[in-house]
């Protein structure tokens, strides 16, 4: 039983779907059984008839998000455990997502029907990586569009014209309407980020359709082997302050040679890659280019195999749950770092044996984290990554194009940390629905280990955090439900409270507002 409220407003949400999965066991398919219900008029809820066993809750609702303090993604369901007989309360915040509306018009200020239009969204805390797009609409007879449903975070907007309403681009007319950028450049790097907050709306993100003189890009595609290749693809992406996105791309033809279809002039990055990233014959390539005010032709590209990483996924303690062991999961590496860290191909997975050994391949060179967390059963995270018995878990795995990375180690454990207490104000008095986020105290900005992780406070002004891994930590509470960009980790650091957590370890701490 309990409640779902709006996480900035903490008014009651009717109709709101809860759901609880898990209990004891498991159906003929191996999902765990879910039960469901709706909230009534005043935001309550009650679940009856559940076997004793640890469940997880959650809530949704058309155009909410799910909130988890200083996350833009959907928080994971609550943790419940249900003795027999026992009720649990549990308070689940849901958050209104945030609206981008606006008017597109082409160069004479009419307005544009029919265009496609995009909300790119910048990934929460790390400083490189690639967008994608999370929201799309068309406008209208009047030019007019609106983007609603949007978590918290950073956005572009992209306006995509359909090129028959202005006639098609082609190399022989040089120049066209191309995809334009708020608040109107076909430049990535020049495209102004709009801010968006749980709850808010920006109305006026106007884009006047951009214009340019447009030029190509071909060449030849050869293998580390020295031979042409006959077979793959070529990508265009264009970066911006560390973030990139595909922009282009063509076929790789039978006599090695590529061409892509025109583009404004600027700076780009061409991604090769020959077949299925897993396939082990598949060799990739990054190359930066500048395209200027006429073709780039002749581009010689020479591709080189992936690196190599095997290893071992360990588990500590050791589990008695056939469901988990053999594992059952893909595993899966993401590159934080290097040429292939913003690129389409970044991550990579494989499924492990039954002695929980993998091998996967990365193409490019950086490092590499273990990552998302959801891939891991339910109740386990990582308590530390080693590569040759050193400790890599904030660091990341580094690899190189062509070379094995060997004895990798990926620790999981089922004791995470958890920090629990109240919130109150400068005056002493609880603050129902703050939330508090958990930053670690080390790792560079993009690495899994510098995203923070949160809670929301109950009605008594009560909070759970976890299960976290051991570590350094900040700890910061705010009163409204809010994201956490790059910019602000340095100074919730020095203004939060530090905290050493053990594996397993379940401290208290309690908490004053932070002032935002």
Do not use: C
């Not at 935001?43 to 997880?56: K, W």
């Not at 030029?215 to 020295?226: H, L």
């Not at 033809?253 to 299925?276: C, E, H, M, S, W």
């Not at 390539?285 to 190599?308: H, K, N, R």
């Amino acid at each position: 039983m309990g409640r779902v409220v709006d996480g900035v407003t903490g008014a009651p949400l009717r109709r709101a779907m809860v759901s609880a999965y898990g209990g004891n066991g498991q159906d003929e398919h191996g999902q765990y059984q879910q039960h469901a219900t709706l909230t009534d008029a005043s935001g309550a809820f009650v679940i009856t008839d559940l076997p004793a066993g640890r469940y997880g809750v959650s809530a949704s609702k058309n155009d909410y998000y799910a909130v988890e303090a200083g996350k833009d993604g959907v928080a994971p369901p609550a943790p419940v455990d249900l003795s027999p007989g026992a009720r649990a309360r549990v308070t689940l915040s849901l958050a209104r997502g945030g609206v981008v509306a606006g008017r597109i018009v082409d160069e004479s200020g009419e307005p544009v029907s029919r265009v496609r239009v995009l909300a790119l969204k910048f990934p929460e805390g790390r400083s490189r990586g690639q967008f994608q797009p999370v929201s799309e609409a068309q406008t209208d007879d009047l030019g007019h569009y609106r983007l609603f449903g949007l978590m918290p975070g950073e956005y572009l907007v992209q306006a995509v014209p359909d090129t028959s309403m202005f006639g098609e681009v082609t190399p022989a007319a040089q120049s066209g309407v191309v995809p334009t950028y708020y608040p109107g450049t076909p430049s990535r790097a020049e495209a102004q980020r709009i801010r968006v907050r749980a709850g808010s709306e920006v109305t006026t993100a106007h884009i006047a359709l951009a214009t340019a003189r447009l030029r190509e890009i071909s060449g030849t595609v050869t293998s580390s082997r020295g031979q042409s290749v006959t077979r793959g693809f070529v990508m265009v992406s264009e970066e911006a302050d560390g973030f990139s996105g595909t922009r282009a791309g063509g076929p790789i033809q039978d006599d090695g040679r590529f061409k892509v279809q025109p583009l404004p002039p600027g700076p780009y990055t061409l991604t090769v890659i020959t077949g299925a990233p897993d396939d082990p014959e598949t060799e990739a390539a990054f190359v930066p280019v500048t395209l200027a005010e006429a073709d780039l032709e002749d581009v010689s590209i020479i591709t080189v195999p992936p690196a190599t990483v095997t290893g071992r996924i360990v588990f500590d303690p050791a589990p008695d749950d056939s469901a988990i062991v053999p594992p059952r999961f893909p595993l899966i590496f993401q590159a934080v770092s290097g040429t292939a860290a913003n690129g389409p191909f970044s991550a990579s997975g494989a499924r492990p044996a039954d002695d929980g050994g993998f091998e996967l391949r990365l193409h490019g060179e950086g490092r590499a984290d273990p990552g998302p967390a959801d891939q891991w059963p339910r109740g386990w995270m990582i308590d530390n990554v080693l590569v040759g018995g050193v400790d890599a878990t904030h660091s990341g795995v580094e690899f190189h194009a062509g070379e094995p990375v060997r004895d990798v180690q990926v620790v999981l454990t089922n004791r995470g940390a958890a920090l629990s207490g109240t919130i109150t104000d400068r005056g002493g008095a609880a603050v129902p629905g703050a939330s508090v986020v958990v930053i670690a105290d080390q790792g560079p900005n993009g690495s899994r280990s510098a995203e923070p992780v949160g809670g929301v406070a109950d009605e008594q002004g009560r909070f759970t955090v976890g299960p976290i891994r051991s570590g350094a930590y900040v700890v910061a509470a705010f009163k409204a439900v809010r994201s956490i960009e790059p910019e602000d980790l340095d100074r919730l650091k020095s203004g939060g409270v530090s905290v050493q957590l053990a594996r397993g370890e379940k401290k208290v701490l309690n908490l004053r507002l932070t002032p935002d």
